[in-house]
């Protein structure tokens, strides 16, 4: 069974950094397009990064431009998304996802929380 297990989560100072991983199991994602969203305390979950399957694409969400970067490695069946110049709007539970379209992915993770303090 597709598995997505999310790493990297935890609490930092505002403009610190983290570096999310998130691997996946069960089925090589190689092909598909993999992501991350977000879901803040009381807010709607919200898209923040997609990359296409060679890893030649990436798109953001304004919110998190220029700050965030996605990236994959197909080797090791591995999505990362490293954020920079963190702020506690950025405090949530980030989500990895899987599949053929961004806006709906097939597989999600399990979360792991981010929490940025001022």
């Known amino acids: 069974q597709a598995q997505l297990v999310e790493s990297g989560g935890g609490v930092v100072q505002a403009g610190g950094s983290l570096r999310l991983s998130c691997a996946a199991s069960g089925r090589t994602f190689s092909r598909s397009v993999l992501g991350w969203f977000r879901q803040a305390p009381g807010k709607d979950r919200e898209f923040v990064a997609v990359i296409n399957w060679s890893g030649t694409t990436t798109y953001y969400a304004d919110s998190v431009k220029g700050r965030f970067t996605i990236s994959r490695d197909n080797n090791k069946n591995t999505v990362f998304l490293q954020m920079n110049s963190l702020a506690p709007e950025d405090t949530a539970v980030y989500y990895c996802?899987?599949?053929?379209?961004?806006?709906?992915?097939?597989?999600w993770g399990q979360g792991t929380q981010v929490t940025v303090s001022s």
């Open positions: 996802t899987a599949g053929d379209d961004y806006r709906r992915p097939d597989y």
